[in-house]
C-alpha cells in the first residue's frame, strides 16, 4: 500500500470507527452519544499514542537480519520477550487513528518477527527457547484478531491472508490446548472463553462458538461464596485448596485478565446469567481499589508480580471496568483513576512497574507496556457503544468506614477518616510449599487519603517464581511487609511466615481493634525455639492516628524487632526527632512515627532501599524490644 492511499483510508476510518460482530456490546442499556467520555477519552488515545511510541523507541529495524528485525529490544532485561507480538493490534489501530506509517510498520515488523517463536503445533513460545510456556499462545491471538478485525483493511491482500492462516493455526492449537477450564491457571481458561469467541466469528468455525459457550458455562463454577472473588490462580490444581481451606485467588490476574475476558464474552453474548455474576465479582474487587487507583494485592496468590497498579504481564483493567460501568457507575471512576495512574508510571514513552522506578533509577520491563497498550486499543475502537465514562460516583475506597472481612481470604479491610488499611491471615499458597504473599497477621498495607500509600507488602524473601516475567531485584533484599522478626542461630524467623496466624476484630467507640495472633516462623514454617515465638499483633485505628502493637508474653533472649518499613521515594526529607520519633515530610502533610521504644533507620547504601513488589522505595525503620520489655508500640500519625 502507498502512503496516499493508507493515509485516505485511515482518513476514513478514524477513531472508533468498527465492524461490529453481531450485537456487539448489546447489553449496554442507552447507546451513549459519539462525544461521550471527552476527558477519559483522549486521556486513553494520549496513553496509547505515547507508549506505542515509547515501543517504537526501542524496535530494532533490520531488514537483513529477520532473527531481530521488529524486536523490541527490552531496556531492564538481557532476554527476548516472545510475547511482544501481541503489541499488532495496538500499533495498527494508532496508524489508523493518525495515519502515520511509522505505526503500520511497526506492526508488520513485530508480527513478522514473531516467526521466532513460531512452534509447529502453531502456537508461539513465551521466549526463544521452543519449550518454554506456550499457553500464552492465547493473548497473541487474540491481539491478532482484533488487529485483522478491526484495521486489516490497513494490509495489502497478501499479507491479511497470510495473518488470518496464521491465526487460524493458533486458534487450532488453543482448541486443543485448553478442552476445559482446568487446564491450569483459571486465568488460561477465562482468557480461551473470549478467545474462541471471538475468533470463531472471524473464521466462521461453530466448534470454537460451541468450546467458548462450554467454558463460560463452566466459570460460573469458580467464584467464591459468599463475596464472588474468582479463584484458580494456584497450582498444581485450580481447585486446591489450602490448610485453612482456602482457595488460591489472586486480585491482580482478576481484574488484569481473566475478568476482563470473561466480560467481553458476557457482553458479547448478552449472557445475563453470567452478567449478573461478574456484576458481584466486579464489586467485590473493586471494594480492594485505593482512592488514587492502585490495586490492593499484597495478600493474593500471585504478588510475586504485583506492581501497585497490577500484574506485571496481564493486559490492564479497563475493558472490565468500562463495559460494567452501565451496571456500576464507580467502575468508570475506576477506569479512570486507573488509567491515571499508569500514566503516572509512564516515563519516556514506557510504563514503569511500580510507582518508584524513576527515583530509584530502575529501567522499565517492555512487557509492561506492549500488554497494557491492547485494552486502550480496544476502548478507541468501541468508543461509541461504550457506556458514559466520568468520575461522578465515587470508589466504594475513598468513602469507606469500618471493617470488613472476607472469609475466603481471611483478610480485612478497615477504614476511618483518612486511613484505609488490610490485615491478612490468608494461607493459600501459588506454587512449590513456601510462603511468598503477605499472611501471619501482618498489615500488608496503608493507606492516607491525604499523604497516599504508607505501608505495602512484598514477598517473604524475593524470587524469581517466573524467570522470564519478572525483574532482578536491585540491591539487598529486605523485605516490605511490617513485621516481628528474630535471628536466632543464623536462621531468620517472622511472623510472616506463619501460615497458621489467625485475625479477629472489633468496632466501638469510634475505634477499629484488629487483632492477630501469631508464631514467629521460618520459611520451612518452623517455629523459633529457645526464645520468645507466640505474638499477638494489635491494629487500633482512628481518626486521628494508626497504632500497632506487638507483645509476647513469653521471654526474648535473641535480639526481636518490629520492622516498620515506610513507603518514600528518595528526595522525601526523613528527620530523626529524636530517639523515639522519625518524621518523613511528603508532598501533602508530614508523616510522624512515635515509639515506646527508641527508632532506628538500618543501614543502607542507598538514600531508600527498594523492592520489585510491590515497585516501591522504602525507609526501613526498626524498633527493637528492650531488655525485660515484652512490648513494642508504634504510632503513625499525618498532618
Known sequence: MNRKDFIQRSTLAGIGLTLPLGAWLSSCTETPSKEHSSEFKKLTYDLLKNWCDGLIKTQIMDTEDPKIHGMFKCPACNKVHGRMMDAVYPLLAMAKYTGEQKYLDSGIAVMEWAQNVTLPSGAWSNDLNPKSWNGITVFGAISLAEA??????????????????RLARAADFIYKKFPTMDVTNVNYGATTIYALNLIGKILNKPEYLTRSKELAESIKTYFTAPNNFLYGEIKPSAHKLSAKGLPGVDLGYNVEESLNNIVLYAVHENDTELLDLLDKSLSTHLEFMLPDGG????????????TYWGSRTCDGSQPALVLMANRNPALGTAAVKYTELLKRCTNNGLLHGGIHYVSHWIKPCIHHTFAHTKPLAHLLDNWDNLPKIDTTVPLPRSTADGIKHYKEIDTSLFARGDWRGTVTAYDAIYKDGHYRQATGGAISLLYHNKVGLLLAASMAKYELVESLNQQPNPGEDFPFTPRVET?????????????????????????????????????ENEAVEETASEFSLTYHCSESALQILANTNQKITSETAFVLPIISPTGEAVTQVNPKEITVQKPKGLVRITSSVPLKISEIPKERIFNMVPGAEAIPIMAFFENNENTVSITIEVS
Open 148 to 165: 485483522l478485525h478491526y484495521h486489516g483493511d490497513l494490509l495489502d491482500d497478501q499479507r491479511r491472508k497470510n495473518w488470518t492462516d
Open 295 to 306: 490495586w490492593d494485592n499484597g495478600w493474593g496468590t500471585r504478588m510475586f508480580k504485583w
Open 487 to 523: 535471628v536466632h542461630k543464623d536462621k531468620w524467623y517472622s511472623n510472616i511466615f506463619d501460615r497458621a496466624a489467625n485475625i479477629s476484630s472489633v468496632d466501638t467507640d469510634g475505634k477499629i481493634r484488629i487483632d492477630a495472633q501469631c508464631q514467629l516462623k521460618n520459611d
